[in-house]
C-alpha cells in the first residue's frame, strides 16, 4: 500500500531478490491517462471504476460535511458504503456540522466514518491558546488539518474530493483526477464532481430528499472552522466566506500551503 511495492529482481545466476519499490504509485501519465479513458464517462462510472475496479488503488473520501457533500456522499453509500470517509475534526467545527455528521453518515449507511483528530502534543506547542487561526490561519489548518490527514494517508493510494470547478476561481478546470503534490508518494487524487454546476446539485439534492447542512439556509454556501468561516452576500463566489480578509483560499490539503511551523504573531 501507498508507495512502498515488492519488486522482485531476477538475476543471472538465478537468484531472485526482493526489494522494496519507492517509485511513485502513480505518474502525471497515469493520471492524464485516467481523464482520457474516463473524458465522457458519468459521475456513476468514475465511481464504480474508482470503488469497485480500483483504477486508483485504495482510496478514501475526505469529507467536510459540508453545504454540498450530501451528494458525493449519497453517490458513493449507492456503490460502497463501506468506503472510507475522513473527516478532519480541528476542534473548531461548527456545532452544527458535528450534528450533521452523525445524521448524514446514519442517513446513507456509512459503515466506515473515520474522525481524524491533530496530535495534542503539537497543539499544545504551536497553539495552546487555541488563537493561531486569528493571526496564522495558514499554521493553523496545518496542524489542525494537513499533518492529520497526511498521516492518515499511508494507509491509501489515493483520496476522492468533493471539489467543484464553479466553486472558485482557484478550482475553475479542475479535472476528475489529478496527482496529489503535498507530497512523493504519486497519489492520486479523484474529483468526481469537478465539473457539476450548482443547479445540478440542487437538483440532485431535490430527488434523492437529501437533508442540507442547517448553516446553508443562513447564508453559508462554503462551511469550514468557525472562526474561519462568515456568511457570503449575493453575487460572491460560493467560497468568499473563507478565511475573509486573508490572501487564503485553501486549507492546504489540497493545496500545499507556506507554513513553515515558525510563525508568531508581531502583538
Known sequence: MGNAKPR????????TIDRID??????????????????????????????????????????????????????????????PVLFLDTGKHFPETLAYRDA????????????LTPDDALITKRDESGLRWSYDPDGCCDIRKVQPLAAAMAEFDGTITGRKGFQSATRAGLAR?????????????????????????AAYFAEHDLPAHPLVAQG????GCMPCTSKVAAGEDPRSGRWRGWDKTECGIHVPGQDDGEFEPAF
Open 220 to 223: 453559508y454556501p462554503s462551511i
Open 8 to 15: 522482485r529482481e531476477d538475476h543471472s545466476d538465478g537468484r
Open 177 to 201: 483526477f489529478e496527482l496529489d503534490k503535498s507530497d512523493a508518494a504519486g497519489r492520486i487524487k479523484v474529483n468526481p464532481l469537478a465539473n457539476w454546476p450548482a443547479d445540478r446539485l
Open 22 to 83: 519507492t517509485a511513485p504509485t502513480f505518474t502525471e501519465g497515469d493520471v492524464a491517462a485516467l481523464n482520457r479513458q474516463f473524458a465522457d464517462a458519468s459521475t456513476d462510472e468514475v465511481l464504480r471504476a474508482v470503488l469497485l475496479d480500483r483504477v486508483a488503488g485504495d482510496v478514501a473520501v475526505v469529507s467536510s460535511f459540508g453545504a454540498e457533500s450530501a451528494v458525493l456522499l449519497h453517490m458513493i453509500a449507492a456503490i460502497d458504503p463501506a468506503t
Open 104 to 115: 448524514l453518515a446514519e442517513r446513507l449507511g456509512l459503515t466506515r466514518l473515520i474522525t
